[in-house]
């Protein structure tokens, strides 16, 4: 069965650090381009960051742009963010995606680009 499992979320205050982490299972996602989304209580689903299937190349949300750093260890089959200086508002559940093989070069913000998903880590930032 093919899953992306994040784990890494928790509590933590306001200017403290967490690693997120997203293991890909069933298959290798070393083809794939992947993304970190996140949905806040009574939000859509937003874009936060992606990366190439090489790691070259990256985009950030304005907001996350800094502060997060995704990053990649094809080996190990894992995306990994890391969130820096935490704000309450990046309170929310953190949902890592893959965009299926063959599209790994190309790194896009919107849902759609990527078919796997994974159920998502909470992550609470208090103030």
């Known amino acids: 069965q093919v899953q992306l499992v994040e784990s890494g979320g928790g509590l933590v205050q306001a200017g403290g650090s967490l690693i997120l982490a997203c293991a890909g299972l069933g298959r290798t996602f070393s083809t794939d381009s992947m993304g970190w989304f996140r949905r806040a209580p009574g939000n859509e689903r937003e874009f936060v960051a992606s990366i190439s299937r090489d790691g070259v190349t990256s985009i950030y949300e304005e907001a996350a742009k800094g502060r997060f750093f995704i990053s990649r260890d094809n080996a190990a089959n894992t995306v990994y963010l890391q969130m820096n200086n935490l704000k309450p508002e990046d309170t929310a559940i953190y949902y890592c995606?893959?965009?299926?093989?063959?599209?790994?070069?190309?790194?896009?913000?919107?849902?759609?680009?990527?078919?796997?998903w994974g159920r998502g880590t909470q992550v609470t930032v208090s103030s």
């Open positions: 995606a893959a965009s299926g093989s063959g599209n790994g070069y190309f790194i896009s913000r919107r849902p759609d680009a990527y078919v796997y």
